[in-house]
């Protein structure tokens, strides 16, 4: 699942879930904050790479989400 949207970028590391939904603990260190249209209940806490972009430093708007 992938979008021709320009600002679009590929993010990977580990698919953690919290309280108040998913979590992308990304390989460069960071965290992001997931939105998601559909629930990757199958990835979490497996290697991910999430294509989407990045809004307000910390939350990431994912169009796709894959087993890396």
């Given at each position: 699942?992938?979008?021709?949207?320009?600002?679009?970028?590929?993010?990977?590391?580990?698919?953690?879930?919290?309280?108040?939904?998913?979590?992308?603990?990304?390989?460069?260190?960071?965290?992001?904050?997931?939105?998601?249209?559909r629930?990757?209940?199958?990835?979490?806490?497996?290697?991910?790479?999430?294509?989407?972009?990045?809004r307000?430093?910390?939350?990431?708007?994912a169009?796709?989400?894959?087993l890396?």
């Amino acid at each position: 699942m992938g979008t021709d949207d320009p600002d679009d970028r590929e993010y990977s590391g580990l698919l953690q879930r919290d309280a108040a939904g998913f979590l992308l603990q990304s390989e460069d260190g960071r965290r992001y904050r997931l939105e998601l249209l559909r629930t990757p209940i199958d990835e979490v806490e497996k290697r991910v790479v999430v294509t989407g972009r990045v809004r307000d430093g910390r939350v990431l708007e994912a169009d796709g989400v894959r087993l890396a």
